[in-house]
């Protein structure tokens, strides 16, 4: 039998309802739990001839730059909108370098991790993957934010889109945020996760044709493909292609 993840699909039909409607919708959602993979969502506004978004916070992982404790989950972004080639542009990715889902493969596969990946509290480097999915709960591992450390590679960005993230899928519906999200209460009792989610959907037809709108989404995404490769490389690609 076929599964959903109730929450998440209900929301974001209600946000596409919306934006038929009013040409943008959007949906809070609070004191939930894991809601599968981001992309699925957008891809539903996608089928209805719309623009797609879905964001939600997770039990903490990514250390804040400049910071060694883990405070916001992984938070991923999902965006999707239709074109006028096979597939549509979706991208789905988490606003850390990677996910303990990888850290967890690795160490299936008894591997150690690059190094830039997790920190301990010292800032040094952990490549470990036992040593760091016990260190997630201790508190001594972190991720790192997409960019890296400090701010000469960026890491500041991954942060602050991290954190607009934690904005979006709590502030608007006054739930539960970082900490109070590990499904621990203070006295250290089991409760639920309270996860927040929250959902965007874009009428297309409210700015323009939807037709002219895959066209130039089309012609972006080809002119992408076909500038310079790097030496050595066959293929350009662009999200959703893979």
């Known amino acids: ?14 946000a596409i309802d919306k934006a038929r409607q009013y040409g943008m ?3 809070a959602v609070r004191n939930s739990t894991h809601f599968g993979i981001d992309g699925y969502y957008p891809l539903m506004a996608v089928r209805a001839g719309m623009i797609g978004m879905s964001f939600t916070n997770a039990r903490p992982s990514i250390a804040p730059t400049f910071g060694v404790r883990p405070m916001l989950g992984t938070n991923p972004i999902a965006f999707g909108c239709p074109t006028d080639e096979e597939c549509p542009f979706l991208f789905d990715a988490a606003t850390s370098i990677t996910q303990r889902g990888k850290i967890e493969v690795l160490d299936r596969a008894e591997k150690q ?11 040094q480097p952990l490549t470990n993957p036992s040593q760091i999915l016990e ?11 997409l960019g ?11 942060y602050d889109l991290a954190t607009m993230v934690e904005i979006l899928s709590a502030s608007l519906q006054g739930g539960a945020f ?4 590990t499904g621990i209460s203070p006295e250290g009792k089991k409760q639920p996760f309270k996860v927040g989610h ?6 297309i037809e409210a700015f323009v044709d939807l037709d002219e709108f895959k066209k130039t989404t089309g012609d972006i995404l080809r002119e992408l ?3 310079p490769k790097a030496p050595g490389q066959t293929r350009i690609y662009t999200a959703g292609e893979k």
Request: hydrophobic fraction near 45%; glycine fraction near 18%.
């Open 1 to 14: 039998m076929k599964k959903k993840m109730i929450i998440g699909t209900r929301s974001m039909q209600m």
């Open 25 to 27: 919708g959007s949906v």
């Open 113 to 123: 991790a690059p190094e830039g990946w997790v920190i301990d509290q010292n800032m």
């Open 135 to 145: 260190g997630f709960g201790k508190e001594t591992a972190a991720l790192l934010p």
């Open 148 to 158: 890296g450390a400090g701010e000469l590679l960026g890491g500041h960005k991954g």
């Open 178 to 181: 970082m900490w109070g999200l």
């Open 198 to 203: 929250f959902f965007m959907a874009i009428n």
């Open 225 to 227: 493909r076909s500038s």
